[in-house]
């Protein structure tokens, strides 16, 4: 994870022109499988919904995405797949 930028003047974070990132990594096992043993779909934007709110309860302050709600809900997901994750073999 890049570090976490320091809180601005407006109790916010100010994000580097250049992005800021977290790396997730995980196994796919066979629960997370469709019938053809390839990660389903639905368990992949369940994936990238959680660790994308993960990330910014990580920026949360008091100001910005704090408490009761770290991160708010996800309005919309837009997910392109280009290929098959297999499973486990």
């Known amino acids: ?4 930028p320091p809180v ?6 100010t ?3 250049d992005g800021w990132r977290t790396i997730y990594s ?11 043993g390839n990660l389903h779909g639905g368990a992949a934007a369940t994936l ?3 660790v994308t709110s993960a990330s910014m309860g990580l ?5 910005m995405w704090g408490h009761p709600m770290l ?7 837009d997910m392109a797949y280009y290929n098959a994750i297999a499973g486990p073999r």
């Open 1 to 4: 994870m890049d570090p976490i």
């Open 71 to 77: 991160t708010g809900v996800s309005l919309a997901l």
């Open 15 to 17: 994000i580097p022109a």
């Open 48 to 50: 990238v919904d959680t």
């Open 8 to 13: 601005n003047a407006k109790g916010g974070r």
């Open 59 to 63: 920026l949360a302050t008091d100001k």
């Open 26 to 36: 995980l196994v796919v096992t066979e629960d997370m499988c469709n019938p053809l």
